[in-house]
Each structure stands twice: as C-alpha cells, then as structure tokens.
C-alpha cells in the first residue's frame, strides 16, 4: 500500500495488538476502493478537477 495508508494500517497494528493485521488490512480495503475509484474518475475525466476547486 501506499505510504499514507500503509503507515497508518502499521500505527492501527501497534494501537491494537489483539487485533490480527490481516483483519485491519481487509477492514481498510473499502476505503482504498473508493480512492482508486476518484482517481480513476479524475484521470478518466479531468474536466471535473476544474468542478472541485
């Protein structure tokens, strides 16, 4: 994963010890569909960055 999301799934791990990585990693995995999703979004039509300023 990539930094910002990577580093916190790391932070949630030592916050929650009891809590097994895998299980932190598919509860995140929502979250980092719907940010390719914008992405793809914003690649796929770069006229809607204009519409978000």
Sequence with gaps: ?????GLNLFVVQNVA???PYRRIVIGTLP???IMMAVLA???FFPALTTLLR
Aim: proline letters at 14%; glycine letters at 8%; charged letters at 15%.
């Design 1 to 5: 994963m990539h930094p910002p999301v």
């Design 17 to 19: 010890r009891d809590v």
């Design 31 to 33: 979250y980092v569909g």
């Design 41 to 43: 979004l914003i690649a």
